[in-house]
């Protein structure tokens, strides 16, 4: 047996003890459920406690299983240990130990002690001797035998805890030999096997955690502070979902009474992406966070209508923010002296508030600017109180049920919905959206006539109640709901793909992290609506955040350095100054061909690539999506749509407006020229479409390439 082996046995040995605590965990939870749910007086307490029981124990049991731990360290005996001088940790996705009290065999990823796991270094080994990194073949579940090799980084000073047959590096700190960890060396540049092995490994199925991976640059974003919002701008592929949602884990462990009460939302850019990272929270043990787009988080009904992109732009300016203020508060009737006096019968005497003292509180109200429910709740309860302060006056101390009484009386409602009515946001809008003479009002100075023009409906509905709301008209909904009353806000918001969002959509994400924070992704040069950010700052601005800082990431997991080299050739044209990014990959294959049949070219190449490991994605311009997928079908080659992530879908023909946020080891991007010029931000979205390969990249073509690509 050699020393490797050796250490491999008493690691597989150790996770089999952790093995059997888990069992005991999720049983003991189980059990829990039972007994606690009887254990207390009060019904609510029982209520309470079985509530969070059942959760807990539903989450230990819905918990897919992986590996139980990927990572040790091993600390040294010397004052930069601090606590942990001469400890030893296991780091898995989750803690697991024998008892609650007892010292946990596994420490989870997220707590204190596991930053070190990420952060130490040859340069400060933060008092760690030994890093372990654990090979586990790829997609396993955790049996014994998967574990097929170390890797030992040598930080600090000895501490006999490495193997020496697989510790190269004999004490200089870089990255040991694998053991059979499987790592292509070679490939990632300057960085250890077991890593380079992870970022090159085929992709199948949907996106995977890196909790094993985490780089120092990344882990900072992760763990950053709840209160801290912040902006990741970065290139494709260096890891800006994968950060967003091991944040969101990170969060929520961290500060949970904080997070729970709020929540935590995650939100991405369509279903597809949705559908396509929606099990790695769920690996990382976090199953009730809600992911979603903003689009799905605006509705308040169907959408049943689609605006032209004129109309759409002028909806989703930023300038709209302020015409739909107006033509809400044109609903406020403007006092000006006209109001009549209000009287109120209470039994023998009327009490009464002068127009001029309701004209007061009216313009007093308005200046103070609260939502517009609570604005007429306001006007209310200063008019009776004018009565109150009368009565008393004259009868003496009134108390709150006489005062409620005058408040609902109807002379006074009758007032109030006159003067401060009660609206819908719908109703709002439509008349919006109607008459030309509310709508240059609420216009004027702010949109142009043939803006305006843009807004007005060619049919009017019969009410506004039979209206056909476009996605972007739900934006605008949305915007009017906010006004007339706040929503309740999230603890922390995820916005992946931000780049993508309008002025008016960010505002939708402003008003629910208004007391809570932020964590923006995105990536200028990937902006392809017409209304997408050029700059952080303003969006930034326009997300509430204006102070959020800006932090680069640059370098790429997933698309190999030869493919970047072409993308890159885009830049230029893009109009956005973004930092330039290097790829951690050396290998990877690129292949531009210009072809006579691009169909008879397509099924070829997906032939090629089917006798190779991992996802193959066909992308091509929306319309010639369905042709394509004729074509392989007719050369029997079978296609799965963009949400099917079984591994026996292996080949996805995807339109280039699904491919954002996803990737697939060998992608054929089919004739660029047209998804190009299909659509004002063509060469953003062939941008995007060029950087989704994890391995190859075909380019297929019979008309000429974009210039920039040439
Ligand atoms: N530290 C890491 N270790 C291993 N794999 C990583 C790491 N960081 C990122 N990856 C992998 O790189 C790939 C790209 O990551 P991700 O999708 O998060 O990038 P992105 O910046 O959001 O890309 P895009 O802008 O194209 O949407 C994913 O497969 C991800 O798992």
Avoid at 97 to 103: G, I, L, N, R
Avoid at 428 to 439: C, E, I, N, W, Y
Avoid at 606 to 617: F, K, N, T
Wanted: hydrophobic share 40%; aromatic share 6%; net charge negative.
């Amino acid at each position: 047996m050699t020393p490797l082996d050796r250490e491999l046995s008493q690691e597989r040995t150790y996770h089999q003890a952790c093995r059997a605590a888990l069992a005991g965990m999720v049983e003991g939870a189980d059990e829990r459920v039972v007994t606690g749910e009887n254990a207390f007086a009060s019904g609510a307490d029982a209520e309470v406690l079985g509530y969070q029981l059942r959760s807990w124990a539903k989450e230990l049991r819905q918990e897919p299983q992986s590996p139980l731990f990927f990572g040790r360290l091993d600390f040294d005996d010397g004052g930069a240990s601090g606590d942990h001088a001469g400890q030893r940790y296991y780091i898995g996705r989750r803690r697991i130990s024998e008892h609650p009290s007892a010292p946990p065999l596994v420490v989870d990823w997220r707590a204190p002690v596991s930053r070190t796991f990420y952060q130490a270094g040859t340069r400060d080994p933060l008092g760690v001797a030994v890093r372990r990194r654990f090979g586990w073949a790829p997609g396993s579940l955790g049996a014994p035998e998967d574990l097929t090799g170390l890797e030992d980084e040598r930080l600090g000073a000895p501490a006999g805890g490495g193997v020496d047959g697989t510790g190269e590096a004999g004490g200089t700190g870089e990255a040991g030999a694998t053991g059979e960890a499987g790592g292509t060396g070679e490939a990632a540049g300057g960085v250890g096997g077991i890593l380079a092995a992870e970022i090159e490994r085929p992709r199948v199925g949907p996106m995977r955690d890196i909790a094993a991976t985490i780089q120092p640059e990344q882990d900072d974003l992760v763990r950053s502070e709840l209160g801290q919002s912040l902006c990741v701008q970065g290139a494709p592929g260096t890891g800006k979902t994968a950060v967003g949602l091991h944040r969101a884990a990170y969060l929520l462990y961290t500060y949970p009474q904080r997070i729970q009460r709020g929540g935590l939302l995650v939100l991405g850019p369509n279903r597809t992406f949705l559908h396509y990272i929606g099990q790695v929270l769920p690996a990382l043990g976090e199953i009730d966070i809600r992911q979603s787009t903003v689009d799905d988080e605006v509705a308040r009904g169907p959408v049943r209508a689609v605006d032209d992109e004129a109309a759409a732009v002028v909806k989703h300016d930023a300038r709209m923010a302020r015409v739909l203020r107006r033509a809400l508060y044109a609903r406020v009737d403007d006092p000006a002296g006209r109001y009549e006096a209000v009287e109120v019968p209470d039994g023998s005497y009327r009490w009464r508030v002068s127009g001029g003292e309701l004209a007061r509180i009216v313009e007093e109200v308005r200046a103070e600017a609260p939502p517009y429910a609570v604005g007429r709740e306001r006007v209310r309860s200063r008019a009776a109180r004018v009565i109150q302060l009368e009565a008393e006056r004259r009868a003496g101390p009134m108390n709150n049920t006489w005062l409620q009484r005058i408040s609902r009386a109807r002379p006074l409602s009758a007032f109030v919905d006159a003067a401060w009515p009660k609206v819908t946001p719908e109703e709002v809008l439509a008349a919006l959206f109607t008459d030309p003479d509310t709508l240059a009002a609420a216009a004027d100075g702010e949109l142009g006539a043939e803006e305006q023009k843009r807004l007005l409906w060619s049919r009017v509905p019969r009410s506004y109640k039979s209206a056909k709301w476009s996605a972007a008209d739900q934006v605008l909904l949305d915007e009017l709901a906010g006004l007339i009353e706040r929503p309740q806000g999230y603890g922390h918001i995820v916005v992946d793909e931000a780049q993508d969002l309008s002025p008016m959509q960010c505002r939708a994400v402003a008003r629910r992290s208004g007391f809570g924070s932020l964590t923006v992704l995105g990536d200028l040069a990937q902006g392809t609506t017409p209304w997408a950010a050029r700059d952080w700052p303003r969006h930034l601005a326009h997300l509430g955040k204006p102070d959020a800082p800006v932090i680069p990431l640059t370098t790429g997991f997933r698309v190999p350095e030869a493919i970047v080299a072409l993308a890159n050739g885009l830049l230029g044209a893009l109009g956005v100054a973004v930092p330039p990014s290097r790829s951690l990959r050396r290998d990877g294959e690129l292949a531009v061909r210009r072809v006579q049949d691009v169909r008879a070219a397509l099924v070829e190449s997906v032939r090629a690539a089917l006798d190779r490991e991992g996802s193959v994605g066909v992308i091509a311009r929306d319309a010639d999506v369905p042709e394509l997928r004729a074509a392989l079908a007719a050369a029997g080659v079978a296609t799965a749509e963009p949400d099917d992530l079984t591994a026996r879908a292996r080949v996805t023909v995807l339109p280039a407006t699904v491919a954002k946020g996803l990737e697939y080891d060998h992608v054929v991007a089919v004739e660029p020229a047209a998804i190009a010029e299909a659509e004002e931000r063509g060469l953003h979205r062939l941008y995007v479409v060029l950087t989704r390969a994890v391995s190859r990249l075909e380019v297929l073509h019979s008309e000429p390439l974009p210039p920039a690509l040439r």
